[in-house]
């Protein structure tokens, strides 16, 4: 019987909520880290940046030995999920420990966010490698796997969505706060929330998909448990040109959105001058057209290459980033805070929250192609090497943009302290930096990826051919090759 008669829509649905937990860790670190340590607490954007460098360093090589080490695990339980299971307490505990800093003074803050990014990323790693994995070995259909990637990112825009209305309730305007995400007193118990959702997300998820395990790949008795097995399987990995120049060009476009999203509440609060009221409104905007952006994925990419899409999802996402800015050097951008001002901004934040679900759902269904094409070349089912090493360029991406965000934000001297609560109180010339830096920088920092996306080559004719041969090679008791076929 094959794969496709066991994969019922619970065992999907539960595989999908487990990216709510991602989806709000991810949006704790892209949005409010920064600002949190930065603007809030007085950390210097720079060592803010560095310690989230050193975060992505340590994934660095623990995402791509995760890969190695779910694909070789031959537990009862399955490959992957030992791991999801062993995750879900030390990611959450570490996220919130994260935000409730016992100490004061500069450089024992950023020991303390050095050191509690490092632990939330181990506790994320132990679960996001084995997830992506999971989900490429659910199904090998071309066009079933892009469904499956799309309603898994749709809970994870649910994730950032949650977040944007906690955001809304407890960073409301005080006497004392105009803007409510400067006091840190609304910290801690809105991490708490998100932390707990993580956690009951990735219990639900690794419960929910536990049963389908007896026909999915299972580990080759024969592995050689060797400990240089991670670094070969990685040179393995990037021997492959589909692999290599997916990666290259995912990094292109993403380290751009990182340095924009570390930018964002910076550029809402202080340029934009959104009001408490107004800023959510914004930020959901991107996220809601992200999540509309997932659901007709499946729609778009019926009949049309996956790179088609991408090529597209960047090239929009850069279009509604840049424009609002060109708009107000130029004099014609409603004032600040205007009620027509708020109006643009949501429509350019539509736009962008469409592009970007284009390239997270295609990237993450051509991963899964790609690993097809590896199994026919080595004969080994590999999804959790090509996942780990995916998972790090998606967390390295986060991190090294919002650490290039840190240190362009020191370039610019962008003041911080009690005393930054309005755009009135930083200067003009300032503000005109951040703007430039938001809007033209950040979008002509994607330019790269129109190159790097040409190479890759794997389209629908290609990787049907990929299928069929890989359909006809023998089965063998405990291949992983070709067991799920």
């Not at 202080?270 to 659901?295: D, K």
């Not at 014609?332 to 539509?350: N, T």
């Not at 899964?368 to 995916?390: I, K, S, T």
């Amino acid at each position: 019987m094959s794969l496709s008669a066991h994969l019922t829509f619970n065992t999907k649905l539960s595989y999908w909520f487990g990216q709510l937990a991602e989806g709000l860790f991810n949006s704790i670190f892209g949005i409010l880290l920064l600002f949190y340590f930065n603007q809030v607490l007085g950390v210097s954007a720079s060592l803010c940046g560095l310690a989230l460098l050193i975060g992505t360093l340590v994934d660095a090589f623990t995402d791509p030995m995760m890969g190695t080490i779910s694909d070789n695990c031959t537990s009862k339980l399955g490959r992957r999920h030992p791991f999801m299971y062993a995750s879900a307490l030390p990611a959450a505990l570490c996220l919130w420990l994260l935000f409730v800093p016992p100490v004061q003074g500069e450089w024992q803050l950023f020991a303390w966010l050095t050191g509690f990014v490092v632990l939330a990323k181990l506790g994320m790693t132990l679960y996001h490698v084995p997830h992506l994995a999971l989900g490429a070995e659910l199904t090998q259909d071309h066009d079933e796997r892009t469904r499956i990637v799309a309603f898994r990112m749709l809970f994870g825009v649910a994730g950032w969505i949650l977040v944007t209305i906690g955001f809304a309730t407890f960073f409301a305007a005080t006497p004392e706060y105009a803007n409510g995400q400067l006091n840190p007193a609304n910290y801690p118990t809105f991490i708490a929330l998100a932390a707990a959702g993580v956690f009951i997300s990735i219990v639900v998820t690794s419960l929910g998909t536990q049963g389908i395990v007896p026909h999915l790949p299972m580990a080759q008795s024969n592995t050689a448990k060797k400990r240089t097995q991670v670094f070969l399987d990685l040179r393995t990995a990037f021997r492959n040109d589909s692999f290599r120049w997916l990666i290259i060009s995912f990094v292109s476009a993403s380290i751009p959105f990182g340095i924009g999203g570390a930018f964002a509440l910076y550029v809402n609060t202080f340029y934009w001058e959104l009001t408490p009221s107004q800023l959510p409104v914004v930020m959901m905007a991107q996220f809601l057209a992200t999540l509309v952006g997932y659901a007709i994925a499946p729609a778009l990419g019926r009949g049309r290459e996956k790179r088609t899409l991408l090529v597209w999802g960047v090239g929009l996402w850069a279009a509604a980033t840049v424009v609002p800015f060109l708009l107000r050097f130029a004099g014609i951008f409603p004032a600040p805070g205007s009620d027509a001002a708020l109006v643009l901004l949501v429509a350019f934040q539509l736009l962008a929250g469409a592009g970007i679900a284009q390239l997270v759902v295609a990237v993450s269904s051509m991963m899964a192609d790609v690993a097809d094409e590896h199994a026919l070349v080595d004969g080994r089912r590999n999804e959790g090497v090509f996942f780990g090493a995916f998972a790090v360029c998606t967390k390295a991406t986060a991190g090294v943009g919002i650490a290039i965000g840190g240190v362009l934000l020191d370039v610019i001297a962008w003041p911080t302290g009690d005393t930054i609560r309005t755009a009135a109180d930083v200067p003009p010339e300032t503000l005109t930096y951040l703007a430039i830096l938001a809007g033209p920088v950040v979008a002509s920092a994607a330019v790269p990826f129109f190159y790097c996306i040409r190479h890759y080559r794997i389209d629908r004719k290609r990787h049907a051919s990929i299928r069929q041969a890989l359909a006809q090679l023998p089965q063998r008791s405990g291949d992983t090759t070709t067991g799920a076929l």
